[in-house]
């Protein structure tokens, strides 16, 4: 059994900044961790992740803005969201991957007004 719990999330201004956290109770170890997000009518996109080793990859859209952290591990992740803009708004996803297989949060919403 994998349980994600999410927290975080939330109203915000352009140009403010959000934490997104995320914990797996899980027995096991995971291969990645990483936060997707999704917008009405669209599909579920990377945001950013981060693999066993530590190593961080980010989609160019958040790249200086959002910072990912934690460890596959302790099976902790969050995401540190700076100069948020109204684009970043969506549901955002906590996902572990482990051999193949998608685990997933319940989604928290993040909404940033102009």
Not at 94 to 108: D, E, I, M, P, V
Request: charged share 15%; net charge positive.
């Amino acid at each position: 059994q994998v349980q994600l719990v999410e927290s975080g999330g939330g109203l915000v201004q352009a140009g403010g900044s959000l934490r997104l956290s995320c914990v797996a109770r899980s027995r096991y170890v995971f291969n990645a961790m990483a936060w997707y997000r999704q917008t009405p009518g669209k599909s579920r996109e990377l945001v950013a992740a981060i693999n066993s080793d530590g190593f961080p990859t980010y989609v160019d859209a958040v790249k200086g803005r959002f910072t990912i952290s934690g460890n596959t591990v302790n099976k902790t992740v969050s995401l540190h969201m700076n100069r948020l803009q109204p684009e970043d708004t969506a549901v955002y996803y906590c996902n572990a991957f482990l051999l193949g297989a998608n685990f997933w949060g319940q989604g928290t919403q993040v909404t940033v007004s102009s």
